[in-house]
Every structure is written in C-alpha cells, then in structure tokens.
C-alpha cells in the first residue's frame, strides 16, 4: 500500500473510501526510502490497450468531475444510503471479477424491507453477481430486495414485459455478460447485454436525469463512457468514425445517446434480427437515423440546426417556405420547435421509480405514462407518445385539419414512416415503396409544394383513401 509504515506515518484514514483512493487516485505510490520515508513498495495497475477496450473508464476514481468523493454513492448521507467502497468490493478477494461482495452499509435507513446483515458476501450470484449487487440498495423494498432510502428503485422497472436485458447474465459458465475491458464484439448478438455498468459508472454517478428540451445527459450517467460519431454531409448514412466518449454533464459534448449508440447503432454489429417472445424484429442502426444531414428527425445531437429544416438536402430546388414550420403549430408546455431531445425522453418510465430506459409497461420501452401503441396513433389521440411533446396536432397545418384524416385508417403510419427517430425526407414522411421497417402504409408519393397553403388532392398519392390518386401530381418528393 502507499502508507508511510516509519514511526511518522500519518493516522489511518477513518474513512476506508479514502484509503482505497490512495492508490486509485491516478498517481499511485512509488517505493521510496529514507530516513523519514518508507513505502517498501511501488503499486502499478495493469495497461489497458484502449484500441481493444475503448469503453474501459479508467482505475482512476479521482479523476476530474468524476471523482468517487463527488459521486452521489459518497455523498449522500448515511441515512439517504451511502454506499463506500467496501460495500461494493472485498479487496481481498471474491469469487466475481472486479473483486464484486456485498457487505451491507452501516446505518443507513431503509424503505420496506431491509436486506440481512451480511458481510463480504463474494461468492453468492443472488447477492453480489453484476445487477444483484446493485439491487442490495436499488431494489423494491421487497423482502428479496432492499432498498435505501433515497436510492431509486430499479428492480421495479426491470422487471416489466419490455426492458433492457439486465438478468441475461450467466455465472454458471463463470462468464459475466458486462466486462470492464469489453470492446463492440462483445456488445454484439452473441453476447447481447445491458447490465448496470454498460450505461453507468458507480464512482462518478450523482442524482439527477436530463434537462427537459435539452440533448445533453443528466448527472446519472456522468463517467460512463459511450462513443461519439461523426458523419459526412450525406444524408441516411451511418458514422464515419467514432471516439470514446466520457460523460461529463455539463461540458458542451455529452450528449446521452453517446451511451446509446454504443449499442444501437454499426458499432455493435446492427442491424440484425431480434427474436421475443412476441415476434421477430429487425433492429436498426440509431447512427443512421440521427444523422444531423438527415432531412427529418428527433435532435438527439444537439445539432445546430434544428430541425424541421426549411430549405435543404435534396429539396433546394423547392420553394423557399415550402418547409416553414406551421405558425399554428403548438407544444406541451417547456417545449418548442428548436427544442433538442434525448433517447429517454420517450424510452423512460413514469411511475415513481428509477427513470430512464430500464424498463416500461409499452412496447419499445417508451414512457409508461403514454401507454397507446404509436403505430396506431391517430390524431386526437391524448395516450401516445409523441403528445408529450406536441400538442394540437390535428390543426397543425392544413394537412392534419383535413377532417377525413382523423378517420377509422387515419393512422399516422399512414403518411409517415413507422420507426420516428429520423429520415431522409422532410417531415418524417414515408411512402409504401420505402423499406421496412420504415415504410408507410398508403403514401406513395408526394409533389414539392408549400403545404401550409397550396396543398390539393392531387398532390398526395394514396392507396389507402378513395379521394387520392395513386400518384400525385408534379415533381415528388424523393
């Protein structure tokens, strides 16, 4: 260790977190004799080549804006749960990698049931293995769960019908699904996982979610890593390149779905198919679909430009106001038309428990608070999504005000493509002759006009309404 053992060494630290932080402090002891001074030994930690673990934080706790005494686990009081390093870790030894045991925190206040008492538990899956050991304070309050007063319930949320895969995780093989010094292989099919660590770091992690009409994370993910892409300037095309990126709430580039594109996008092997127990589906790849050139979309990027955009990509040769935003187009109040967004804005749960994309009582994870399925939306409808933050819809511009769009298949899947995250043509607009799974139901077509005052039947191709031709008139839109 780095304690000076001559007769003028200082006290040990009452705080085991703080002695832990000696060596884990990015500058580890090095051995050094003297008449004052004796540190017989050097400590090293073992070289991370980062070209094969790009995603690895670090063994430094103490590093800026994300050190471990900053983390919402060291500061918050010990009757709010205060989990210190030897509630999490057996620095001796353990059965887990990363040293993982539970020994339960000394007085903390818990709510429902509390866990046993239990002292360096190292060797039992249901205890300490991966999510199990953040359950111990993370839990539901249920007597198989604690739950610190203070600490948000995940359990809850991650065990509904659609959720990220926490409980894959197969110790029997004495393999863990999450590995510090993974790369994107093994963020593939193969071994397919979402465990606490893939999306938080523990050391750095305070309270707190993201700024509503902001792309920008919230404090919980501060210190986990994600990748940041770049694109070209062409539109519907994935990243050309990407970096690791760390999570530092509040320095102008951390943007939370850096932690979701890790998995979501190429980076992981998408897309490929997915089979549930409800079906086979085919994944896409998220850095396709928020690429800033895109003609359409949700801002996740924090781009610049906001979208819709008025005048761009493959439609210059377009009127100018064309694209103009409706001036009677309204939002649910702290949103606007420049406002950003980000992937939990929609992928979160709304009943009094963790937030975030855990889990959620609706298909696709989105917020359990709108539970009408989106592929059946219609306008009027006060139970999907995107009213969270629309509003008005069905007045928005003369399109939606036509009274016979609000029918019995009036769905919005109808005109617009089915997966909403971003697209190649203005205004999320989808034609049936587009691939799956973004392809709409009826429209096939649509002439370049201004909308908000020249729009006409025959303008608009349709397969699906007795008033439309199956081909509009003039020049598409591609």
């Not at 980062?50 to 060291?74: C, E, Q, V």
């Not at 769960?145 to 019908?161: D, E, I, Y």
């Not at 709430?249 to 089979?275: L, M, N, R």
């Not at 009274?403 to 607009?429: F, M, N, Q, T, Y």
Request: include cysteine; glycine fraction near 10%; hydrophobic fraction near 30%.
């Amino acid at each position: 260790d780095n304690i000076n053992t001559t007769s003028t060494a200082p006290s040990f630290p009452t705080d085991m977190a703080l002695f832990c932080l000696r060596c884990h402090d990015g500058s580890p002891p090095v051995a050094t004799r003297s008449a004052s001074v004796n540190i017989p030994y050097s400590v090293a930690f073992s070289s991370v080549d980062p070209a094969i673990s790009p995603l690895f934080p670090g063994w430094n706790k103490a590093a800026a804006n994300m050190a471990f005494t900053s983390s919402g686990h060291y500061t918050a009081s010990t009757a709010n749960g205060k989990a210190l390093c030897q509630n999490c870790h057996d620095p001796h030894a353990s059965g887990f990698a990363t040293l993982i045991a539970w020994t339960k925190p000394t007085g903390v206040t818990w709510t429902g049931a509390a866990p046993a008492d239990q002292y360096r538990v190292n060797n039992d899956v249901t205890v300490a293995w991966e999510e199990n050991l953040c359950y111990r304070c993370h839990g539901s309050g249920a007597s198989a769960t604690g739950k610190a007063a203070g600490a948000a319930n995940v359990f809850t949320p991650a065990g509904l019908t659609y959720k990220h895969p926490m409980a894959i995780n197969a110790p029997s093989a004495g393999i863990a699904r999450h590995a510090d010094l993974e790369g994107p292989a093994q963020l593939g099919s193969t071994n397919r996982h979402s465990e606490c660590a893939d999306c938080h770091n523990p050391h750095a992690a305070k309270a707190g979610i993201h700024v509503t009409g902001s792309s920008t994370a919230g404090e919980v993910l501060r210190g986990a890593v994600g990748i940041k892409p770049t694109w070209s300037t062409t539109q519907w095309t994935s990243y050309t390149g990407v970096a690791p990126q760390t999570i530092l709430p509040g320095s102008g580039d951390d943007y939370e779905a850096y932690v979701c594109i890790k998995c979501h996008s190429k980076y992981s092997g998408q897309p490929y198919s997915v089979t549930t127990g409800s079906g086979t589906y085919t994944s896409t790849d998220l850095a396709v679909e928020f690429n800033p050139a895109n003609d359409s979309g949700h801002n996740v990027f924090g781009s610049a430009t906001n979208w819709p955009k008025e005048v761009v990509g493959s439609f210059k040769s377009a009127p100018s106001n064309y694209m103009t935003w409706p001036t009677n187009a309204t939002f649910q109040t702290g949103w606007s038309k420049t406002s950003k967004v980000t992937c939990s804005s929609c992928h979160t749960y709304s009943a009094g428990n963790a937030r975030g994309p855990h889990g959620s009582t609706v298909r696709m994870l989105i917020d359990s608070a709108y539970p009408g399925l989106y592929q059946n939306a219609q306008l009027g409808d006060t139970d999907v999504i995107c009213v969270k933050c629309h509003a008005n819809l069905r007045n928005a511009n003369r399109t939606h005000s036509e009274g016979e769009h609000s029918g019995s298949d009036a769905r919005c899947i109808a005109c617009h493509i089915k997966v909403p995250h971003g697209w190649k043509r203005p205004r999320l607009i989808g034609y049936t002759t587009d691939p799956e799974p973004y392809r709409s139901l009826n429209l096939t077509g649509m002439s370049l006009q201004d909308y908000n005052n020249n729009w006409s039947l025959s303008d608009c191709g349709q397969t699906g309404c007795s008033e439309h031709n199956g081909n509009p008139s003039g020049t598409k839109w591609p």
